[in-house]
């Protein structure tokens, strides 16, 4: 199982990025895949989570209505568009199949005037 992230960078507060999760080595259409994030000093945390086909979705109140979760079933790839960020949104990024026990390096994003 490998899994990895890009699209992060530094953006100014109101900006939007586009992350993105490239994954191999099991059958991604199947699994429900999930978006964490980590800030200095503080634990992981669930952002958003999206079911094999896509009918289920969930946020965690802080990105609700700024940030959309999506996949590509026939790439393998997740996706999370996040809109208006706020400085408390900078942290490193990371997708994650619950099914399993492993994660990417992450991609940072950084939001800042």
């Known amino acids: 199982v490998q899994l990895v992230e890009s699209g992060g960078g530094l953006v100014q507060p109101g900006g939007s990025l586009r992350l993105s999760c490239a994954t191999f080595g099991f059958a991604f259409r199947t699994y429900e895949m999930r978006w964490h994030r980590q800030a200095p000093g503080k634990e992981r945390e669930l952002v958003a989570g999206?079911?094999?086909?896509?009918?289920?979705?969930t946020y965690a109140d802080s990105v609700k209505g700024r940030f959309t979760i999506s996949r590509d079933n026939p790439k393998a790839t997740v996706y999370l568009q996040m809109n208006n960020l706020k400085p408390e949104d900078t942290a490193v990024y990371y997708c994650?199949?619950?099914?399993?026990?492993?994660w990417g390096r992450g991609t940072q994003v950084t939001v800042s005037s």
């Open positions: 999206i079911t094999s086909a896509g009918a289920g979705i």
């Open positions: 994650n199949n619950p099914s399993f026990d492993s």
